[in-house]
């Protein structure tokens, strides 16, 4: 069964530092979801992203945070200057249309 | 605003009964809801859903029920597993037109032998 790949699984960086997370939703999909869980708390929405451009995003996604698709399979969240409270794992998800998010085990992004 | 409430305290079960989970939502008018399962470092993985105008969906050892009225679904594990130990999440589509899905904080669930 086709399936959701993010890399890497865990990210240390350095407060302020600029990361890059990847993923590869599963080839037909046309919605891409950014989501962040951090540790012990519930699984909250950044983006939704369709027909190459942001269709909706939450308050948590501000200027230090950006998506994108560069090519016709990746999709990737960045963020300019990490936080301490940007610490959480993030999962991306993809949808292929009004049926369920398929969703990557995530990257866990500690950043100290 | 929109609210998802699940029971935040963990259920514990004997191996073999049924596991009853509880959704509740208010500001909402869902035209589906849906069920997760999430493992310890894992992504939510999807089991059930359920559009507005059915009462019930049933799935192996797995039902789910959805109340409009009363703005609640029920989720149940029939003859449960120690496998079924997990957290289980309720999501529902938002308001605003758009194809966010927001999610619940989650049950956990926990099996005993």
């Known amino acids: 069964e086709p399936e959701v790949t993010q890399t890497p699984s865990h990210q240390v960086t350095q407060m302020g530092q600029e990361v890059i997370l990847r993923c590869v939703p599963i080839?037909?999909?046309?919605?891409f979801y950014w989501y962040r869980q951090i540790l012990g708390q519930k699984v909250e929405f950044l983006v939704s992203?369709?027909?190459?451009?942001?269709?909706?995003k939450s308050e948590i996604f501000d200027d230090q945070f950006s998506v994108e698709r560069p090519d016709g399979s990746n999709f990737t969240l960045k963020i300019r200057s990490t936080k301490l409270e940007d610490s959480a794992m993030y999962f991306c998800?993809?949808?292929?249309?009004?049926?369920?998010?398929?969703f990557g085990n995530g990257t866990r992004l500690t950043v100290t | 605003s929109q609210k998802i409430e699940q029971n935040s305290e963990a259920l514990n079960i004997q191996e073999g009964k049924t596991a009853t989970l509880t959704c509740n939502y208010t500001?909402?008018?869902?035209?589906?809801l849906q069920w997760y399962r999430q493992d310890p470092g894992r992504g939510p993985v999807f089991l059930l859903l359920i559009r507005e105008n059915e009462k019930e969906k049933r799935k192996e050892r797995l039902k789910v029920t959805f109340d409009t009225t009363l703005k609640q679904s029920l989720f149940h594990i029939t003859a449960s597993q120690p496998a079924d130990s997990a957290t289980y999440l309720c999501?529902?589509?938002?308001?605003?037109?758009?194809?966010?899905?927001?999610f619940g904080a989650g049950t956990r669930l926990f099996v005993k032998a």
């Open positions: 992203f369709y027909n190459n451009e942001i269709s909706e």
């Open positions: 500001n909402y008018s869902p035209a589906y």
């Open positions: 998800a993809s949808q292929a249309g009004n049926s369920p998010l398929h």
């Open positions: 080839s037909n999909h046309l919605y």
């Open positions: 999501a529902l589509l938002g308001n605003t037109g758009g194809f966010k899905t927001i």
